[in-house]
């Protein structure tokens, strides 16, 4: 017993020193073979002998790394804190640096945040008939969802077929199903005399802002709260794409009136100048009776028709041959495969926040792009 109370007397005064000197002492943590014994009770049969415990080691200044003062054994001469104290231990090889910053932690949903969004989910998608795949939470940054899913058709006994399946969240996901069903299949029904059975070319979540520049704002892609359609495949077959049948745009036919008014007036110009430049001469006193009276109305006639052939004009006679067509006009396509396309995307205005297509801008010549953005207080954007 002496032995022990004596080495608990050592330990005592470690932890006292290391208190007065302001040092921070690291918790003990023993392994199953130097945890002290518990105390026995008194007993008239001296206890066995007792290792001594391990000694708890001290916090030592930031960038050095001191090894645990030692406890002297029973029996041994008492030596001074500090006395002989033996030399700093290097590191191990694997241990991290003391400077070496913490790794970031991952960028994760919280457990309630994805709960919350599997609830919405069947809040918003359980009225609606779709075919869905859950996908894993994904979160980068601002960009992510906590409860993504796959599209893969909308629809039972007229399903609508997604190719590829976008990648969106439960918001979308009810929305585009909603426009597929009150807006895609009557409009389709009414006008191709045929149903809608495959969107093309969709997609949704990308992790970029609008346009992919930097000076504005996060896109609705990156949350997967917007989707862009390329096109559309019928029940008897045809493909319908927004580029190739929306036809020209009111850009389109601005242009072009722009550039017959300019083509008319550089033409106009021309003919003014020649009149001007080349009035026939006069006829001389030299001229007279009907032989000079006939070359002299040759060669004003090859005068004339040379000064057409250097404006690239053509005589009365060789026009008549061959008219000169108009410059062509430019109009607004009016095939069934285009009045689709402008009375789906007019359609989907009441249900998206925004709705862009090939009249936005040329970023959007060749698919429509809908989203569900929420706005205070704001009108949608439909263009």
């Known amino acids: ?219 609705e892609h990156a949350t997967g709260n917007a989707v862009d359609v390329v096109g559309f495949v019928t029940a008897d077959g045809r493909t319908i794409t927004v580029k190739h049948w929306w036809g020209p745009t009111e850009r389109d036919i601005a242009q072009a009136k722009k550039k017959a008014a300019e083509a008319a007036a550089k033409t106009a110009s021309k003919s003014d100048s020649k009149t001007k430049g080349d009035a026939p001469d006069p006829p001389t006193a030299a001229s007279s009776g009907p032989a000079s009276e006939d070359a002299a109305n040759k060669a004003a006639a090859a005068k004339e028709k040379a000064n057409l052939h250097r404006a690239g004009l053509k005589p009365v006679s060789e026009a008549n041959a061959a008219t000169i067509s108009p410059p062509t006009v430019v109009a607004a396509s009016m095939t069934t495969e285009a009045t689709f396309l402008k009375r789906l995307h007019h359609g989907a205005c009441s249900v998206f926040a925004t709705v862009l297509g090939p009249e936005a801008n040329e970023a959007h010549r060749d698919h429509f792009h809908l989203d569900m953005k929420e706005r205070k207080g704001g009108p949608g954007v439909c263009h």
């Open 1 to 219: 017993m002496a032995s022990t109370d004596k080495t608990l007397a050592n330990l005592s005064a470690w932890i006292s020193l290391a208190a007065l000197a302001g040092l921070v002492v690291i918790p003990l943590f023993f392994t199953h073979e130097d945890a002290p014994p518990a105390p026995s009770p008194p007993r008239a049969k001296p206890p066995p002998a007792v290792n001594a415990p391990a000694q708890p080691s001290l916090s030592p200044p930031q960038g050095a790394q001191a090894s645990p003062p030692t406890v002297p054994a029973a029996g041994a001469p008492k030596t001074q804190p500090g006395a002989n104290a033996p030399a700093a231990s290097p590191p191990a090889a694997n241990a991290p640096s003391a400077t070496a910053p913490a790794a970031p932690a991952p960028e994760v949903w919280t457990d309630a945040e994805q709960v919350a969004g599997l609830r919405d989910c069947l809040r918003q998608l359980a009225p609606l008939s779709l075919e869905v795949d859950l996908d894993t939470p994904m979160r980068h940054g601002q960009c992510g969802t906590p409860a993504p899913l796959l599209l893969r058709s909308v629809g039972e006994a007229e399903k609508v077929v997604f190719d590829p399946a976008p990648e969106m969240n439960c918001r979308l996901a009810a929305g585009v199903a909603r426009w597929i069903e009150n807006v895609l299949q009557p409009i389709a029904k009414g006008v191709l005399k045929s149903r809608i059975v495959k969107i093309i070319g969709a997609s949704s979540y990308a992790c970029r802002n609008i346009y992919n520049s930097p000076n504005l704002p996060l896109s």
